[in-house]
């Protein structure tokens, strides 16, 4: 299991029975935590880049929000200085009670980041080979360079010394001496060639013990000198080994979920297996307790030496939110059904979320609409359809659901089915206004009409080009895009009423124009490549012009606002009159977008075993953790539905705190 020298400090070896102090939970899913030894404080960061301060009681003592997305994050053991590095890149520096002290650009490509135990220096690495020094008050104090960038730098507690890691095997010590004027310089003082990279890098307080975790090659052990003392082997992927102060313990996590407690000789005192493998680790200075974070957002301390206590298992635990002011944000779901008989058929069902009267339509590849309360009552199961495809979509009091053949409209205030009385080939298209307009239907992609919804034509027209986006308007109105770049708009009985032509033949998003518009405002479309949101009355004429800061490729209506999504998930909201109203960070591209019960706008989306609601800024309004695969989602006023496995699971819309 282990080769390390005889002369290792230890412990006795009796083994231990841990007690579980408490669990806190974070907003959104844990990004990373970090001890100040010395003061006892815990400081995390998560993925909605909220920001605490926790005690060792479990008591959260400060919370703020970053004010971009993080990238690392370290606190000195004293607690007086947190740093952080995030996007642009920057460099913030805090106060122990996270009030901003400095907000100043980092060194491009950062790759690494710590601060010395006294809060009185900050090293950021970059990926350009060298590490810039700053002093606390954020100016800098010198740097020093490398052959190779470094992925991992701590400081030595107890001499001016650092202890860093490349990004390509090799593991390093680092002198550090004053420069005078409160400068201060790095020289290499030695390097040594590792067979792995390192996940973690940590030391004890004088240096005579440091751990490099080297995934499956253990956790290897060096001194001050930069001689490789043995290794530490628990049979799995070694991903954070942390000594205490003294290097008497160690507490190891793997990848397979495996958290020990061994002691300076390498013997197994402890160990248990987690649900997931952790995101963070941490050892008290005195060996008495551990913290550890996983990825959904727990944050554990086991106390090791326990009295009294029921001993610390795997097993399910009270959790409390790490804000005090209010309950967590994770929730189970309200209800949730079988719906499925595959993986396949979940994977590739359909699901609309209706808010007048509040219903989940859902249609897997039986081609059967099923229809649910809010309640979780299934209504019942409409005909099969025949045909290939599969849409699904709501209006207020109706839901719709088609194949390329065939349309079957669902009437939810009456809870009544019945098939429009059409002959469908290769539906594209389709837009649901049952009761001011009827049903707008495109064909074989060029061919558009207006039906009522028992199934009569009231008009057809035959294109040249085709259709790339269909919407109804007021007063019967109907508008296409076109490949081309045209925007057409045809009257109530099908005649031409409206003409746009773009400067470019790229085909145009459209949508009809959201509640609260200016009454000369009917459409709106988006050029993608040439970036410009556009707003048009009835007849197509253009009545305002916003330019959008990146390609787009979608619009998404919600209610009083327009979203104009990105590829990579950046999004912009804009109401009627084109102005911008808020603006997202980076989210999950094939997320949805739907009005929170503040009546913003807000984004739903899957990140792993992760569903988040979020509102525009990022902030986490709740989330739930999966069991299974999450699959296809839905999202309205009224809630969210989501396929999580083969179960159909609904998520009621709460007041925002």
């Not at 061994?262 to 649900?275: C, D, E, F, M, Q």
């Not at 030496?305 to 939110?321: F, K, L, M």
């Not at 009083?560 to 999950?588: C, E, K, N, T, W």
Request: charged share 20%.
């Amino acid at each position: 299991m282990t080769d390390v020298p005889t002369h290792a400090p230890t412990r006795k070896s009796a083994r231990l029975e841990p007690s579980l102090a408490w669990t806190i939970l974070t907003d959104a899913p844990l990004q990373g935590l970090a001890l100040a030894r010395e003061a006892g404080m815990i400081f995390a960061w998560d993925e909605g880049d909220q920001l605490y301060v926790i005690d060792a009681n479990g008591e959260r003592r400060s919370a703020s929000r970053a004010p971009d997305r993080i990238i690392a994050g370290a606190i000195s053991d004293n607690g007086a200085l947190v740093a952080l590095l995030g996007k642009g890149p920057r460099l913030w520096l805090l106060s122990a009670d996270l009030e901003p002290i400095v907000d100043r650009p980092a060194p491009s490509d950062p790759s690494a980041l710590a601060v010395d135990p006294h809060g009185l220096y900050v090293a950021v690495a970059s990926k350009l080979d060298f590490t810039q020094f700053y002093n606390r008050h954020g100016r800098q104090a010198g740097r020093f360079e490398t052959r190779q960038a470094l992925a991992n730098i701590c400081f030595l507690p107890g001499q001016p010394f650092l202890l860093a890691t490349a990004a390509y095997g090799a593991i390093m010590g680092v002198e550090i001496e004053s420069a005078g004027s409160g400068q201060i310089r790095g020289e290499v003082a030695w390097q040594q060639a590792l067979l792995s990279n390192v996940g973690r890098l940590a030391t004890s307080g004088d240096g005579g013990m440091v751990l490099a975790s080297c995934y499956t090659h253990g956790v290897q052990r060096y001194d001050l000198r930069g001689h490789n003392e043995g290794s530490y082997h628990l049979g799995g992927t070694a991903t954070h080994a942390v000594p205490d102060f003294a290097g008497r313990g160690i507490v190891v996590s793997t990848l397979e979920g495996e958290l020990a407690v061994l002691n300076g000789a390498g013997n197994v005192r402890w160990k248990t297996a987690l649900p997931r493998a952790v995101a963070a680790l941490e050892f008290d200075a005195l060996g008495r307790y551990l913290i550890y974070g996983l990825p959904t957002g727990e944050i554990t301390r086991l106390d090791l030496e326990a009295s009294g206590r029921n001993p610390a298992s795997p097993a399910p635990v009270t959790i409390h939110s790490a804000r005090a002011h209010r309950s967590g944000p994770v929730r189970p779901p309200d209800w949730i059904v079988p719906v499925a008989k595959s993986d396949e058929q979940a994977e590739t069902a359909v699901l609309a979320v209706l808010d007048d009267p509040p219903r989940v339509g859902f249609m897997t590849g039986r081609n059967q609409l099923q229809i649910f309360t809010p309640s979780g009552q299934n209504l019942g199961e409409a005909p099969e359809l025949p045909g290939v495809g599969r849409i699904v979509k709501a209006a207020p009091g109706w839901i719709a659901a088609a194949t390329d053949r065939h349309v079957l409209l669902y009437n939810a205030r009456q809870n009544t089915v019945h098939n429009m009385d059409l002959s469908l080939v290769e539906l594209t298209h389709l837009v649901l206004r049952p009761d001011t307009y009827g049903v707008a239907l495109v064909q074989e992609g060029d061919r558009l009409g207006r039906a009522t919804p028992p199934g009569q034509w009231i008009w057809r027209q035959e294109l040249k080009s085709q259709i790339e986006d269909l919407a109804v308007g007021p007063g019967g109105a109907t508008a296409i895009t076109t490949e081309d770049g045209q925007l057409l708009i045809y009257d109530a009985v099908g005649e031409l009423a409206g003409h746009f032509s773009a400067n470019q033949p790229e085909g145009l998003c459209l949508v009809a124009a959201p509640a609260g518009a200016p009454d000369d405002v009917a459409w709106i479309t988006l050029a993608r490549r040439f970036q410009t949101l556009l707003g048009h009355d009835l007849s197509g004429r253009v009545v305002w012009e916003t330019p959008i800061p990146w390609e787009a490729w979608q619009l998404h209506p919600i209610e009083s606002m327009v979203i104009v999504a990105a590829p990579d998930g950046h999004a912009l909201a804009f109401d009627g009159s084109g102005q911008l109203r808020a603006q997202s960070r980076d989210a999950d591209p094939q997320c949805v977008y739907c009005a929170g019960s503040d009546g913003e706008p807000w984004i739903v989306g899957r990140q792993g075993v992760h569903l988040i609601c979020t509102d525009f800024s990022g902030r986490v309004k709740w989330r739930a953790v999966a069991d299974a695969p999450l699959g296809p989602l839905s999202a309205g006023r009224s809630g969210v539905a989501v396929l999580i496995g083969r179960s159909l699971a609904w998520f009621q819309a709460r007041q925002s705190p």
